[in-house]
Structures are given as C-alpha cells and as structure tokens.
Nanobody
C-alpha cells in the first residue's frame, strides 16, 4: 500500500489542523493506520493509530483529548484531527500502515512494526 500524508501548514497556538493520509494500492481496509511525528534530534514519536475498520483507536498521552484519528475505507483515506495545538506539536507528521494477523489484533505503537510509510507533511505551531 502506498501512503501520502497532506494537510500540514503553519498554525497559531490553540489552532486546529486536519491531516489526511491517502492510500493507494493494496486493500486499505486490511491495515491499521498509525500517525507519527518526527522532530530534529528526536526519535519518531507515536501519536495514535486506528484499527482496520475504525472501531478502535489508541493515542499517546501527549495528544489524548486533543487529537482524533478517523478513517473512511470507502475512500481509502485516514485523518488526524488536531485541536488545541501547541508549539511542541511542531514536526513532520507521517502516516504508516500495519497489516494485523486478525482484525482484533492489538494496534502497535512501535514504528518498526509498521510495514509501509508515507511521505510526511510539515506542521508548524507558532507561539
């Protein structure tokens, strides 16, 4: 599956952005979709992920209550809605796909567990 993240940009503290992760190729609905953030000098950070059919999601504590992940399997797209953005949310945001053994399999948080990665999109939050 090929992935492409988009929707990044410059936003003020407290603002909102919605990122999209468009997929092509293999069946999108076979994959959990995760969102990650990369900043200079730091390891790639797990933000959250959604299960294959969208019924389950998990989030890192740093974004819980501010970020929401959703997906539309009919359109092969996933979203990351980000509210109440903070300067520390600045970074390159990427989406990734993981094919689970079953639909009820655990949603991974480790980047190395994800099989496919899309090109990221820059998010900058000004103070």
């Amino acid at each position: 599956v090929q992935l492409q993240a988009s929707g990044g940009g410059l936003v003020q503290t407290g603002g909102s952005l919605r990122l999209s992760c468009a997929a092509s190729g293999r069946a999108f609905s076979n994959y959990h979709i995760g969102w990650f953030r990369q900043t200079p000098g730091k390891e790639r950070e797990f933000l959250g992920a959604i299960s294959v059919l969208g019924g389950r999601a998990r989030y890192d504590d740093s974004v819980k209550g501010r970020f929401t992940i959703s997906r539309d399997n009919t359109k092969n797209i996933a979203y990351l809605q980000m509210n109440d953005l903070k300067p520390e949310d600045t970074g390159v945001y990427s989406c990734a796909a993981y094919r689970p053994p079953t639909q009820i399999s655990i949603i991974p948080i480790t980047p190395s567990q994800y099989n496919y990665w899309g090109r990221g999109t820059q998010v900058t939050v000004s103070s």
